[in-house]
């Protein structure tokens, strides 16, 4: 029986509850200094002075970093290539930008403070009691400058961004013009989400140390390769020169997935006080120059069919992205794609703030954007007196709507049902507060969910050891989501061995080059070349068996060998077979390793890649206090081809209870006046705890699908967050008949 597909254990469990587990801040490394970050208290302007002198004084203190006296750092030209590092680089023309290697990084080459909470200096001293007290008695005096922080004067300048990949900032089909003029139903609806704030367990952390010109990073990343790129592109030196490490991560969300400008600060630190350096973020460093979700304003206007049939929609978006260096939030992805409308029209703009740069988190776009368009389905819905299931049914997307070709596979129809049956959903009845218990208010809500099922080139290593043990190796990541597992899984299942024969290695740009862990693209991309790698291995074994005498396979055609159990053996007769180890064992002992790299062709040119779901939710109202009771959720989605069904249950329940956090709490609270967030705790910062969490309910439908990757494989990191936010509010709006359209929803827009 194929070990894919069973809900193994973590095999990285026992070192994380045992505490074995090392994480970026807990290597040991000889001649360890501490670091720490003072960052900016004033939203735009200059340094005018810093009291640095009375600082070195203080016990401990090695050194004081700031733009005065840091590391001078090469230009990059826009091409690309850096220059004013020596060795005979490349000069620039002189009507060529010269701008830092990363825009968006913090790195002390000038005065100048464009957002609060911005990295104006480095204190490195030999404990961290002593960087700690000596960061906080750093005295710094500002020229401060008017800065922009209203989101409402920043729209009057509102900005197109720069087309992205499969992200354009326009996009349009049919008229929709002529389509809203023959709707007899029509919405015209404007929702909002607010700042809000990663806040994984792990906060971010490096150690930097160099040996000579070879730089090592111990970095708390969801990119390793990309941590190393930024690092060669800032110091100018030869990526090979760099080595960037990360076993464990504990928690990423997207906020890892970039390099930040800690991080190479930890490593000029390193470079200038001569020692490695360890540096920390504290909680309250991770609101402001580490990104956050941005804030959005959405307009949607729908335009329908007496019969409930989508003419035309419109989706206009705003979102706050900084002055340092651009993000677009992409809230219209999901709606290009959701139904089949005959005419549709999106557009992305940017209001510009002194903030630090926005960045992806978890299910970018898609968790903003489903909130406003499966809200605004649901209010068709009630405008149409139609069940919000239905509404759906009735413009179900067939095919892609945006690109006019095949999904590579879609099983939404069939999680509607599941769903729908899991919940009880025909028992609902359609009047908002007609629902209750008691005096409790009861509301039933539902959303679609969908994410993209992303790919990129990855590859792999595997070898079989004398002793009949494997390693495969390749340099992703696992962020608590079960990496280690489902890769061993993966090779052991091509192999034919036992899982627990198998180790895999990660987190290493030592190993072979893997994507970033972001966008749910882990196991599509990695599974694929570490199937292959273990299928080379496997495949040389079988060559060495049939060419050895010794074997009782010697003799027999590859096609006529099979392997299981950490045997080779004929199929025609399995009494026939020869053990992996002593295959090995009697060629000298020699492991046998195989490479492999995997890459998605043109398939995406031909099929749309989409995971689906759909969400649905009980909630509990106090008609007086206006407190919400989030009792149940039921989610059912066609994910592909599910590897491990446990880890991939935790990830979409995870998921959920961030949607549900999505709906309720989260909000990253800024005083306006000064750029700064004002909760930028994990006590003023609400997040879902389990007292908060009811029942949720997950079914994963067995989906084939031929054309994302040989494994079959999509991702479930992201998809579970889609819609949830949504559902609540459509819940909150049957229960108390009141449509709130800015999140959060809190007791105070209830009463």
Same mark, same amino acid.
């Given at each position: 029986m194929s070990v894919i597909g069973q809900g193994m254990d973590r095999l990285d469990g026992r070192l994380k509850v045992t505490g074995q587990a090392t994480y970026s801040a807990e290597h040991k490394i000889p001649r360890l200094a501490y670091g720490m970050m003072v960052l900016s208290t004033i939203p735009k302007g200059r340094i005018a002075a810093i009291d640095v002198a009375s600082v070195k004084r203080m016990p401990g203190v090695m050194l004081v970093m700031t733009h005065q006296n840091a590391l001078r750092l090469p230009k990059q030209k826009e091409e690309g290539k850096t220059e004013g590092s020596g060795g005979g680089k490349e000069q620039s023309k002189p009507d060529q930008k010269k701008q830092p290697p990363n825009p968006k990084l913090s790195l002390l080459q000038d005065d100048r403070v464009q957002y609060n909470a911005q990295p104006i200096a480095v204190v490195v001293a030999d404990t961290f009691e002593h960087a700690r007290d000596a960061a906080r008695r750093l005295n710094v005096r500002y020229a401060a400058e008017s800065a922009q922080l209203d989101f409402r004067k920043a729209k009057m300048q509102l900005r197109r961004p720069e087309p992205q990949p499969e992200r354009p900032p326009d996009t349009g089909r049919g008229n929709v013009g002529r389509s809203m003029a023959r709707a007899s139903q029509k919405l015209d609806l404007l929702y909002t989400t607010p700042m809000e704030n990663h806040n994984p367990l792990e906060p971010h952390a490096t150690i930097a140390a160099w040996e000579g010109d070879q730089l090592t990073l111990y970095d708390s990343t969801q990119n390793v390769t990309g941590v190393r790129k930024t690092a060669a592109q800032t110091f100018g030196i030869d990526p090979e020169k760099i080595r960037v490490v990360c076993p464990f991560v504990g928690g990423g969300f997207g906020c890892k997935g970039s390099t930040w400008s800690h991080v190479m600060l930890a490593a000029m630190a390193s470079r200038m006080a001569g020692v490695p350096v360890k540096l920390v973020l504290e909680r309250t460093q991770m609101y402001g120059p580490v990104g956050a979700r941005p804030l959005t304003e959405q307009r949607l206007q729908l335009g329908a069919s007496e019969d409930g049939k989508l003419l035309a929609v419109t989706h206009d978006t705003v979102s706050s992205t900084s002055f340092v260096d651009d993000f677009v939030e992409p809230c219209t992805a999901v709606t290009r794609k959701a139904y089949a409308s005959e005419s549709l029209q999106t557009s992305q703009r940017l209001a510009t703030l002194n903030i630090g740069v926005p960045t992806y988190m978890r299910a970018p776009g898609e968790s903003s954007g489903s909130f406003a368009l499966e809200s605004a389905m649901d209010e068709l819905a009630y405008a149409l007196k139609v069940d919000p299931v239905q509404l759906r049914l009735m413009n179900y997307a067939e095919k892609d709507p945006e690109k006019d070709i095949p999904w590579s596979s879609k099983s939404l129809r069939e999680c509607y049902r599941v769903g729908a049956e899991r919940f009880g959903w025909a028992k609902r009845t359609p009047q908002p507060g007609s629902m209750r218990q008691g005096r409790t208010l009861v509301g039933w809500g539902m959303a679609t969910a969908s994410y993209p099922a992303n790919r990129k080139g990855a590859? !792999?290593?595997?070898?079989?050891? !004398?002793?009949?043990?494997?390693?495969?190796?390749?340099?992703?990541?696992?962020? @608590?989501? @079960?990496?280690?597992?489902?890769?061993?899984?993966? !090779?052991?299942?091509?192999? @034919?061995?036992?899982?627990?024969?198998?180790?895999?290695?990660?987190?290493?740009?030592?190993l072979p080059e893997a994507p970033v862990s972001g966008g749910s693209q882990t196991v599509a991309s990695v599974g694929p070349a570490v199937h292959q790698a273990a299928r080379a291995t496997r495949d040389k074994l079988i060559a060495t068996a049939l060419g050895d005498s010794a074997s009782s396979l010697h003799g027999l055609n590859a096609n006529d060998v099979d392997a299981a159990d950490g045997w080779l053996f004929s199929k025609a007769d399995p009494n026939r077979r020869d053990s992996m180890a002593a295959v090995v064992t009697r060629n000298g002992g020699q492991p046998v390793s195989g490479e492999a790299s995997a890459d998605q062709g043109d398939e995406k040119k031909r099929y749309a890649m989409q995971a689906f779901g759909a969400v649905f939710v009980e909630v509990h109202v106090d008609p007086d206090l206006g407190t919400i009771r989030v009792t149940r959720i039921v989610g059912a989605y066609g994910v592909g081809r599910v590897i491990n069904r446990k880890t991939a249950h935790s990830q979409l329940m995870g998921g959920i209870v961030w949607g549900l956090g999505m709906g309720l709490m989260e909000k990253t609270e800024m005083d306006w006046r000064v750029g700064r967030a004002v909760n930028a705790n994990l006590a003023d910062y609400h997040v879902p705890v389990n007292a908060d969490i009811g029942s949720i309910d997950i079914t994963m439908l067995d989906e084939h699908d031929a054309w994302i990757n040989e494994l079959g494989a999509k991702g479930v990191g992201e998809i579970g967050i889609t819609g949830v936010a949504a559902a609540i509010a459509n819940a909150v709006h049957h229960a108390t008949g009141k449509r709130i359209r800015d999140l959060p929803i809190t007791p105070d827009k209830l009463i």
């Amino acid at each position: 029986m194929s070990v894919i597909g069973q809900g193994m254990d973590r095999l990285d469990g026992r070192l994380k509850v045992t505490g074995q587990a090392t994480y970026s801040a807990e290597h040991k490394i000889p001649r360890l200094a501490y670091g720490m970050m003072v960052l900016s208290t004033i939203p735009k302007g200059r340094i005018a002075a810093i009291d640095v002198a009375s600082v070195k004084r203080m016990p401990g203190v090695m050194l004081v970093m700031t733009h005065q006296n840091a590391l001078r750092l090469p230009k990059q030209k826009e091409e690309g290539k850096t220059e004013g590092s020596g060795g005979g680089k490349e000069q620039s023309k002189p009507d060529q930008k010269k701008q830092p290697p990363n825009p968006k990084l913090s790195l002390l080459q000038d005065d100048r403070v464009q957002y609060n909470a911005q990295p104006i200096a480095v204190v490195v001293a030999d404990t961290f009691e002593h960087a700690r007290d000596a960061a906080r008695r750093l005295n710094v005096r500002y020229a401060a400058e008017s800065a922009q922080l209203d989101f409402r004067k920043a729209k009057m300048q509102l900005r197109r961004p720069e087309p992205q990949p499969e992200r354009p900032p326009d996009t349009g089909r049919g008229n929709v013009g002529r389509s809203m003029a023959r709707a007899s139903q029509k919405l015209d609806l404007l929702y909002t989400t607010p700042m809000e704030n990663h806040n994984p367990l792990e906060p971010h952390a490096t150690i930097a140390a160099w040996e000579g010109d070879q730089l090592t990073l111990y970095d708390s990343t969801q990119n390793v390769t990309g941590v190393r790129k930024t690092a060669a592109q800032t110091f100018g030196i030869d990526p090979e020169k760099i080595r960037v490490v990360c076993p464990f991560v504990g928690g990423g969300f997207g906020c890892k997935g970039s390099t930040w400008s800690h991080v190479m600060l930890a490593a000029m630190a390193s470079r200038m006080a001569g020692v490695p350096v360890k540096l920390v973020l504290e909680r309250t460093q991770m609101y402001g120059p580490v990104g956050a979700r941005p804030l959005t304003e959405q307009r949607l206007q729908l335009g329908a069919s007496e019969d409930g049939k989508l003419l035309a929609v419109t989706h206009d978006t705003v979102s706050s992205t900084s002055f340092v260096d651009d993000f677009v939030e992409p809230c219209t992805a999901v709606t290009r794609k959701a139904y089949a409308s005959e005419s549709l029209q999106t557009s992305q703009r940017l209001a510009t703030l002194n903030i630090g740069v926005p960045t992806y988190m978890r299910a970018p776009g898609e968790s903003s954007g489903s909130f406003a368009l499966e809200s605004a389905m649901d209010e068709l819905a009630y405008a149409l007196k139609v069940d919000p299931v239905q509404l759906r049914l009735m413009n179900y997307a067939e095919k892609d709507p945006e690109k006019d070709i095949p999904w590579s596979s879609k099983s939404l129809r069939e999680c509607y049902r599941v769903g729908a049956e899991r919940f009880g959903w025909a028992k609902r009845t359609p009047q908002p507060g007609s629902m209750r218990q008691g005096r409790t208010l009861v509301g039933w809500g539902m959303a679609t969910a969908s994410y993209p099922a992303n790919r990129k080139g990855a590859k !792999a290593s595997a070898t079989i050891n !004398a002793d009949g043990s494997v390693l495969v190796r390749s340099g992703t990541h696992d962020l @608590g989501t @079960g990496t280690y597992t489902v890769m061993a899984q993966i !090779a052991a299942d091509a192999l @034919g061995v036992n899982v627990s024969r198998v180790r895999f290695e990660l987190g290493d740009t030592r190993l072979p080059e893997a994507p970033v862990s972001g966008g749910s693209q882990t196991v599509a991309s990695v599974g694929p070349a570490v199937h292959q790698a273990a299928r080379a291995t496997r495949d040389k074994l079988i060559a060495t068996a049939l060419g050895d005498s010794a074997s009782s396979l010697h003799g027999l055609n590859a096609n006529d060998v099979d392997a299981a159990d950490g045997w080779l053996f004929s199929k025609a007769d399995p009494n026939r077979r020869d053990s992996m180890a002593a295959v090995v064992t009697r060629n000298g002992g020699q492991p046998v390793s195989g490479e492999a790299s995997a890459d998605q062709g043109d398939e995406k040119k031909r099929y749309a890649m989409q995971a689906f779901g759909a969400v649905f939710v009980e909630v509990h109202v106090d008609p007086d206090l206006g407190t919400i009771r989030v009792t149940r959720i039921v989610g059912a989605y066609g994910v592909g081809r599910v590897i491990n069904r446990k880890t991939a249950h935790s990830q979409l329940m995870g998921g959920i209870v961030w949607g549900l956090g999505m709906g309720l709490m989260e909000k990253t609270e800024m005083d306006w006046r000064v750029g700064r967030a004002v909760n930028a705790n994990l006590a003023d910062y609400h997040v879902p705890v389990n007292a908060d969490i009811g029942s949720i309910d997950i079914t994963m439908l067995d989906e084939h699908d031929a054309w994302i990757n040989e494994l079959g494989a999509k991702g479930v990191g992201e998809i579970g967050i889609t819609g949830v936010a949504a559902a609540i509010a459509n819940a909150v709006h049957h229960a108390t008949g009141k449509r709130i359209r800015d999140l959060p929803i809190t007791p105070d827009k209830l009463i």
